[in-house]
């Protein structure tokens, strides 16, 4: 019945959170090098360094996206999802604001 539906949700959930396939993973990645890539392009534009501030937290959100595609239990796989979402939410933050106070 509907109990046996439910059951299934949590399970497609974390089967889903463990980037089982493998193109989920390459534009995750992708999107976290791209990151990389506008921060050092907005050091040669601005002839800042403060624009590399951004970079360690999107180096933390690749080690979670590391950890995630290995990781088999679902609570270490939430951890290292929240380390992921923390490092590149934080880092496109800081982009945003080092943007905010170079254009001051």
């Known amino acids: 019945m509907a109990t046996t539906e439910f059951g299934d949700l949590p399970e497609r959930l974390v089967a889903a959170g463990r980037l089982a396939h493998p193109l989920n993973h390459r534009i995750f990645a992708g999107l976290l090098v791209l990151l990389v890539v ?3 392009v907005a050091t040669t534009t601005r002839q800042s360094p403060l624009t590399l501030a951004p970079v360690p937290l999107y180096l933390l959100g690749g080690f979670g996206l590391w950890q995630v595609r290995r990781t088999q239990e679902p609570p270490r796989l939430l951890g290292w999802w929240v380390v992921l979402l923390t490092g590149t939410l934080g880092g496109f933050w800081l982009m945003g604001f080092v943007a ?5």
């Open 100 to 104: 905010n106070v170079l254009d001051r």
């Open 38 to 40: 506008l921060c050092v």
